[in-house]
């Protein structure tokens, strides 16, 4: 049974940074991708990146190229998130999640989450 | 960017009434699709993918059809349980995953 476990409820003053953990036990965690969907309070769900751990390189939505960052550290199967020069729109519920691949030519369904990790922005 | 847009945004219906959700993408997608359910403090679950399997322990009163633009995920008859946010999900290429905004299927 595959489990991902995140990192706790932060709050940041705007301009700082905050990294959230997510790690995975009970599957390979190697050749997955694991994105980072976020969701602002009261609103939709959001899909900012993911990472293959095995290829390392990440894959960033366009709108948050220049302010996040993912990484992985193989050795304990945790994928950590960066979000830097937060303002209070970064305030929101950040999951992790594990994407399979279907019928297609991309992994792209998550089968499994993380319990999410409030992050809150305020001055 | 692929668009995925859902309707009703919100559906209000009764206990053992049949539900049904509709998904159109902006372009198609062939049958590269996903719906969730998520309900208030919790993670979004899996019940559908590839446009109809349904996910591993998902009731069969969930089902999925659609491709190309056109998706519907239908709930047979609604359990208390089932009341909740439902959003279908797609990606197209490795660097776009998007979302819908959502149906919120509450008691009428």
């Known amino acids: 049974q595959v489990q991902l476990v995140q990192s706790g409820a932060e709050v940041k003053k705007p301009g700082s940074s905050v990294k959230v953990s997510c790690r995975a036990s009970?599957?390979?965690?190697?050749?997955?991708?694991i994105s980072w969907v976020r969701q602002a309070p009261g609103q939709g769900l959001e899909w900012m990146g993911e990472?293959?751990?095995?290829?390392?390189?990440?894959n960033y939505a366009q709108k948050f190229q220049d302010r996040v960052t993912i990484t992985t550290d193989e050795s304990t199967s945790t994928a950590y998130m960066e979000v830097s020069s937060l303002r209070s729109e970064d305030t929101a519920v950040y999951y992790c999640?594990?994407?399979?691949?279907?019928?297609?030519?991309?992994?792209?369904?998550?089968?499994?989450w993380g319990q999410g990790t409030l992050v809150t922005v305020s001055s | 960017e692929i668009v995925l847009t859902q309707s009703p945004a919100t559906l209000s219906l009764s206990p053992g009434e049949r539900a049904t959700l509709s998904c159109r993408a902006s372009q198609s997608i062939s049958s590269s699709l996903a719906w969730y359910q998520q309900k208030p403090g919790q993670a979004p679950r899996l019940l559908i993918y590839d446009a109809s399997n349904r996910a591993t322990g998902i009731p069969a009163r969930f089902s999925g059809s659609g491709s190309g633009t056109d998706f519907t995920l239908t709930i047979s008859s609604l359990e208390p349980e089932d009341f909740a946010v439902y959003y279908c999900?797609?990606?197209?290429?490795?660097?776009?995953?998007?979302f819908g905004p959502g149906t919120k299927v509450d008691i009428k």
């Open positions: 999640a594990r994407a399979v691949y279907g019928s297609g030519s991309f992994p792209y369904y998550f089968d499994y």
């Open positions: 990472i293959i751990p095995i290829f390392v390189t990440p």
């Open positions: 999900q797609q990606r197209s290429n490795w660097l776009e995953i998007t």
């Open positions: 009970g599957g390979t965690f190697s050749r997955n991708p």
